[in-house]
């Protein structure tokens, strides 16, 4: 930043500097360019033009990091009361499961007929004897009365 101007910030002139005593006077046959006494003082307040724009630039920067650390906080208690909260749920002792058997399903076809609609019939023999046995079966809804013809679900050989 500071490479292009010939004096530091921090001791800016508000005046041109006296000439030292040990400094020769410059002669026709010096090739170095020689400033104004108000160029060191326009560099200085470019220079410190420059820093307060930075300056602003990093507090804004820093209110934004602050607001994101704060976000971030929030969600971090959010996801540690989720945690706390599965935590209780796997802690809690699940139920005991039941020593009762769970009900035998009788797979015994009926035998004698029944009516369904105005037609009384077997239906299960009906329903063995079909083209299409579990088309007959929906058809006639005989999961109930033939578990084992209508194959109802655990009955199946």
């Known amino acids: 930043l500071y490479a292009y101007c010939p004096i530091t910030c921090d001791s800016c002139p508000t005046?041109?500097?006296?000439?030292?005593?040990?400094?020769p006077t410059p002669t026709s046959s010096?090739?170095?360019?020689?400033?104004?006494?108000?160029?060191g003082q326009a560099c200085c307040e470019d220079i410190k033009t420059r820093v307060d724009d930075m300056e602003e630039k990093m507090t804004i920067d820093i209110d934004q990091v602050k607001s994101d650390i704060d976000q971030v906080k929030s969600q971090m208690?959010?996801?540690?009361?989720?945690?706390?909260?599965?935590?209780?749920?796997?802690?809690t002792p699940s139920p005991v499961a039941s020593s009762t058997p769970a009900p035998s399903i009788d797979c015994t076809d009926k035998n004698e007929a029944w009516a369904i609609g105005n037609k009384s019939r077997?239906?299960?023999?009906?329903?063995?004897?079909?083209a299409n046995t579990n088309a007959a079966c929906?058809?006639?809804?005989?999961?109930?009365?033939?578990?084992?013809?209508?194959?109802?679900?655990?009955?199946?050989?």
């Open 15 to 23: 005046t041109a500097p006296a000439p030292v005593s040990s400094t």
């Open 30 to 39: 010096t090739s170095a360019p020689v400033s104004s006494p108000t160029s």
């Open 77 to 91: 208690e959010y996801l540690g009361d989720s945690i706390n909260e599965i935590l209780k749920i796997l802690q």
């Open 122 to 130: 077997n239906w299960c023999g009906w329903a063995r004897k079909a």
């Open 138 to 157: 929906v058809q006639k809804n005989l999961f109930n009365d033939c578990p084992k013809t209508c194959a109802k679900d655990g009955c199946s050989d």
